[in-house]
């Protein structure tokens, strides 16, 4: 089986990170997993530059499969959420402004319904060094049952089905932190109470909601 696609893949996912101003430089990390192998961007990699020859593979272990450069240092990371879960990839970034409230926040309440997509209020990991078991500890419980989550004074971290949802879900991610703190800005925000949450994921079942439908 050639890995080439997968690493392609997971170097696209970073590049359209960066191009959206999510990953910066050399910080934040993508991964994305095949059957027991996992695809992640290498340590030091410029991510707007992002090459397939940039993107390692890895089995569950961490045990190098293919590629010449060392995986990311939140190898663990990206590892443990495999093991937790049925996740297809993983993006983690240090967007500007999800990482702004994990400087603040405790966790991002409900503003929008679209933050239901992500699992409803996102929880903020305690604060760890990079690299280590204990921040890969600490989003992995900040992971359950959310498809995100913040990083306390450090960024962010979303996950999905397929590669592109993830990088969805990271966009999303970054749109509702600028929401906040522009209402923020303008008075005390307004949450969407549990009723109303409920009421929005029975209007999106009965409607299909974010599907494509064809004319009746």
């Known amino acids: 089986m050639t890995r080439a696609p997968l690493r392609e893949e997971v170097a696209a996912a970073a590049r359209r990170?960066?191009?959206e101003g999510l990953l910066v430089g050399t910080a934040g990390n993508v991964s994305a997993r095949s059957g027991d192998?996992?695809?992640?961007?290498?340590?030091g990699v410029a991510l707007a530059g992002c090459r397939p020859e940039d993107v390692t593979v890895v089995a569950p272990d961490g045990t190098v499969l293919e590629g010449?450069?060392?995986p990311t240092s939140e190898l663990a990371l990206h590892l443990g959420v495999y093991a937790d879960?049925?996740?297809?990839?993983?993006?983690?970034?240090?967007?500007?402004?999800?990482?702004?409230l994990a400087c603040v926040l405790d966790e991002l309440p409900v503003l929008h319904y679209q933050q239901l997509l992500l699992g409803g209020s996102v929880r903020v990991a305690p604060?760890?060094?990079?690299g280590t078991a204990e921040l890969a500890a600490g989003v992995r419980a900040a992971l359950?049952?959310?498809?995100?989550?913040?990083?306390a004074n450090h960024g962010s971290v979303a996950v999905g089905g397929s590669l592109d949802a993830a990088v969805e879900n990271a966009?999303?991610?970054e749109w509702l932190?600028?929401?906040?703190?522009?209402?923020?800005?303008?008075?005390?925000?307004?949450?969407?109470?549990?009723?109303?949450?409920?009421?929005?994921?029975?209007?999106?079942?009965?409607?299909?909601?974010?599907?494509?439908?064809e004319n009746a």
């Open 68 to 70: 010449a450069l060392r």
């Open 144 to 151: 359950d049952g959310k498809q995100a989550a913040l990083l």
């Open 17 to 19: 990170l960066a191009h």
């Open 171 to 173: 966009l999303l991610l």
């Open 177 to 213: 932190a600028a929401l906040h703190h522009r209402a923020s800005a303008l008075g005390e925000p307004r949450l969407l109470t549990a009723e109303q949450q409920h009421d929005v994921v029975e209007q999106a079942l009965a409607t299909h909601y974010g599907n494509p439908q």
């Open 85 to 100: 879960t049925a996740a297809a990839a993983v993006v983690h970034t240090h967007a500007p402004w999800s990482t702004a």
């Open 37 to 43: 192998e996992v695809a992640v961007t290498a340590s």
């Open 127 to 130: 604060y760890a060094t990079f």
